[in-house]
C-alpha cells in the first residue's frame, strides 16, 4: 500500500526471544558457574541440574543475536565452561 506503514500488533512487537542454554563446566564447578552465569544479564535464572549438562541458564533476550551473544561470548567465555547447546522457545 502506498503511504501506509505496517506496524505490528504490540503483543508480537514487545515479545521477546526466550531460550535455555545447557552448559557443561569442568568437574565441581557447577556451583561456581552457575552464579557466574547468573550475573550476566540476560540470564533471567540458572539451575545446577543432574544429567549430561551440568547448568541450565533460562535466557530473555530482544532477539536471537543476542541470545547467540550470550551463549558464545558471555557463557562461552567464562573459565571452567567445557561445552553449551542452545534451544530457543517457540512459544
Do not use: C
Not at 500488533?9 to 515479545?15: F, H
Not at 552448559?23 to 540470564?43: C, H, L, N, P
Not at 550470550?70 to 512459544?91: F, H, N, P, R
Amino acid at each position: 500500500m502506498v503511504g501506509r506503514k505496517f506496524l505490528p500488533a504490540p503483543e508480537v512487537a514487545a515479545s521477546m526471544v526466550h531460550a535455555f542454554i545447557m552448559v557443561k563446566t569442568g568437574a565441581g564447578r557447577s556451583e561456581e558457574m552457575v552464579e557466574e552465569i547468573r550475573a550476566i544479564d540476560t540470564v533471567s535464572e540458572a539451575h545446577v541440574v543432574a544429567g549430561e549438562f551440568d547448568v541450565i541458564a533460562e535466557v530473555d533476550a530482544d532477539e536471537v543475536y543476542d541470545v547467540l551473544h550470550t551463549a558464545s561470548s558471555s557463557i562461552q567465555g567464562l573459565d571452567g565452561v567445557e561445552d553449551t547447546k542452545t534451544y530457543i522457545a517457540l512459544d
